[in-house]
């Protein structure tokens, strides 16, 4: 029985991928870079970094911090004036809260969540939040999931994650913790074969779990 539910942040709770995405190309085209929307996709789905190329193309690392802090900004920009909400989101997470202990697992940096979530009433569903502060490495590897597991005390088989990437799904995987992904078009292209379960929208998973329960 499920009893821990484990959710993604970006892309799941709130719609700020497309946002961090324009970030970075503001930031990578300052330097003379493009960042073609396929080639993104690939680095989000494994975890790989936007400022590689820069670093092999001669670009001293004084200058890609420059870049990245500009990206920061940028990306602080957006969530404090973008419209993030994702629908059915809170009406689903009040509902579940009755039921379930659940956590958000994010990759996000604490400063950038807390702007995000400052504009919504999610957090007070939450027992926790882990940020990417809070674990050694970040997804694709387990540690984030692990971490969460070990907060609440809980078995693997009583608990769930809520993904929509590919890195956040074999985060997961390697975690050993069954996985649902939430159809997000951002990340359409992702490869998610290793889903244990699949849902159209978020508003989809109370019904999910009264079947697996």
Known sequence: MKKYLLFDNDGVL???????????????????????????????????TVWEEPLRQGISQSIIDKAREKRNTYYQQFIQTKDLIIDGVEDTLKELSYKYKMAIVTTSRRVDFELIHSRTNLLKYMDFVLCEEDYPRAKPYPDPYLKAIEIFGCKKNEALVIEDSQRGLSAAVSANIECVTVKNEFTQTHDFSKSTYKIDSIKELTKLLEEMN
Do not use: I, S
């Open 14 to 48: 709130v719609d700020t991928e497309m946002w961090y995405y324009e970030a970075n190309c503001m930031a990578l085209g300052e330097l003379g870079f493009g960042l073609p929307f396929e080639k993104y996709m690939y680095m989000m789905a494994h975890g790989t």
